[in-house]
């Protein structure tokens, strides 16, 4: 077989639009995910047992079921009781509570790694404790959790392919819309495996620049 990836010449907007469509999911779908992380993580490490244990709940069971199976449920089940969610928002939904189950795992863990002396200084000094937590706590938690978050949105980018499932046509759709037309699928899974690559490479490399900005004052001087 003569590998021939000029053939692919015609469809290079065509997948960058794909590209662009997946880039807008993980990009809306990971605020969701932060924001529903630091609301699970917060009640993870509430005083309240039953709290905890919904959140706990909440956390094993989208961890625990296929993103597939959540995606379908969101996108076909729900309109057999008349609820019905365009495709885009499906899957920025679907993300986000997947994501979101994941993400508060790595908040928490920030919440957990926090010194309790700066939380007893901040009591001491006569801060309320609703200050306390979004003050100084979250920030806090947030910019040590920036590498685990960073893999919540890498995995997700991955994800992402899935989506092509419920008619979305992102990165990986458009591939196949190209495999169709041109009956050349070595050449077209080719490019989106570098593709795929080159996405989570760049993003690794961003988030690790982004976590030594946020914690550069947490670095040891070298003399």
Partial sequence: ???????????????AEGALLTAEVCAVALVGSVILGMLVAIARTSQLAWVRGLAFAYVDLFR????????????????????????????????????????????????????????????VSGLPRRVIFTRIVLPIALRTSVRPLGSVLINMILTSSILSTITLNELTGNARIVTSETFRPFEVYVVLLLVYAALTYLVSIAISLLHRWLNRDMQPEVN
């Fill in 64 to 123: 625990n079921i296929p993103f597939l199976v959540q995606l379908f449920f969101f996108y076909y089940g729900l309109p057999e009781i008349g609820i019905y969610i365009d495709a885009f928002t499906t899957g920025v939904i679907a993300l986000s509570i997947s994501g979101g189950a994941y993400a508060s795992d790595a908040i928490r863990a920030g919440i957990l790694a926090i010194d309790n002396g700066i939380i007893e200084a901040a009591e």
């Fill in 1 to 15: 077989m003569k590998i021939d990836l000029t053939i692919l010449a015609p469809y290079v907007g065509f997948l």
